[in-house]
């Protein structure tokens, strides 16, 4: 009898100590291979969620969202505990997100917010209109609007449609910008100020690119210069840049950007790029893999916004990280010093 009983305690025991170090699995879904910062945000997502002793589910979907939608379903149907998802299109993904709330799987939406569904649970991302701010208010001042009379000329490339982060972004920058622009001080000789007439679907490089191509040819094509081109991101900048380099012999524009990639602080080097918004994917990676521990350990998820991110569903409780300005004047410290890039990586 003391014999069973000792047996009995020790798997007892056992099964104590295989719970403790049991940590779960959990699917991390990234739009695309495409565009630098999805894979180093899935390469970073997965190495520290690994490290805190977690099975890692990471699928890329190449930017085709059914493919997305299958990875997702498949991952909640796999066993994950948790789901992380960085949407192609926010509001795509409906029936798999009804499939884990019916499971009880909780959802963190990463960096762009998942839309017209009840089922997200948490939403991980930098402060978005902040972003747009920084590049509005860099605008600002390299021109000293409040002190020049202008006209300055003015062209604007935003974002995907489809990604909800992409209003915030431009909203951020022509809410410092609008009153000039009604001021007469920035002047838009496209006409395009719109964020449906300035939008790049997918963000491609290609499509910002053409776009800017067919301004320079149609507005620009007289000589005159163009002062600066606000644009939401790296891709659309380099987009930006590359037309200029093809059809444009006035004066360099001040070129705004985000995500610090590595061919656009190449750029920022060379004069080409005038600033980036540097979102250090370590720092939001690091703010995920703390709350999914939160959501596994039934403890309360660390949020730092509750009225922000509505999906037209619900407010989506949110935590956001903190963006920071990138130029060439500070990229050795911002980049290279903290070991986001090697000097190898910019040459």
């Given at each position: ?17 295989a719970n403790a170090f049991a940590e779960g699995k959990v699917g991390v879904s990234m739009p695309t291979k495409d565009l630098q910062r999805w894979n180093q945000d899935g390469e970073n997502m997965q190495k ?63 960096d762009r917010l998942l839309m017209e569904s009840d089922a997200v649970s948490y939403y991980a991302t930098f402060d978005n209109y902040k972003v747009g701010t920084v590049q509005g208010e860099y605008i600002k ?207």
């Amino acid at each position: 009898m003391k014999r069973l009983v000792s047996i009995l305690l020790c798997v007892m025991m056992v099964c104590v100590f295989a719970n403790a170090f049991a940590e779960g699995k959990v699917g991390v879904s990234m739009p695309t291979k495409d565009l630098q910062r999805w894979n180093q945000d899935g390469e970073n997502m997965q190495k520290m969620l690994e490290e805190a002793g977690y099975t890692v589910d990471l699928q890329y979907a190449s930017n085709d969202v059914q493919q997305q939608l299958n990875q997702v379903t498949n991952m909640i149907n796999g066993g994950c505990d948790v789901v992380v998802i960085a949407a192609i299109e926010g509001s795509s993904l409906g029936s798999a997100l009804d499939l884990a709330k019916e499971k009880g799987i909780p959802v963190i939406a990463y960096d762009r917010l998942l839309m017209e569904s009840d089922a997200v649970s948490y939403y991980a991302t930098f402060d978005n209109y902040k972003v747009g701010t920084v590049q509005g208010e860099y605008i600002k001042q390299a021109l000293d609007l409040d002190n020049q009379a202008g006209p300055f000329a003015l062209e604007v490339t935003a974002g995907d449609p489809g990604d909800n982060n992409a209003n915030f972004f431009y909203s951020g920058a022509m809410d410092v910008l609008q009153p000039y622009i009604d001021a007469g001080k920035l002047v838009v000789k496209s006409g395009q100020i719109a964020f449906n007439d300035v939008a790049t679907p997918t963000w491609k490089t290609e499509v910002a690119q053409n776009r800017a191509s067919s301004i320079l040819s149609s507005f620009y094509a007289d000589g005159s210069n163009i002062d600066v081109w606000l644009c939401s991101n790296d891709s659309t900048a380099l987009g930006v840049i590359n037309a200029l380099e093809d059809n444009y012999d006035g004066e360099w524009p001040i070129i705004t950007g985000q995500d610090c990639d590595k061919p656009n602080v190449k750029k920022m080097i060379e004069g080409k790029q005038a600033m980036s918004v540097f979102k250090d994917t370590r720092t939001l990676a690091a703010q995920v893999v703390k709350m999914v521990g939160q959501i596994l350990a039934g403890e309360t998820v660390d949020v730092n916004d509750t009225t922000t991110y509505n999906n037209n569903k619900i407010v989506v409780p949110s935590f956001l990280c903190e963006p920071v300005f990138g130029s060439a004047d500070n990229y050795v410290e911002l980049l290279l010093d903290s070991g986001y890039y090697t000097e190898e990586d910019l040459k």
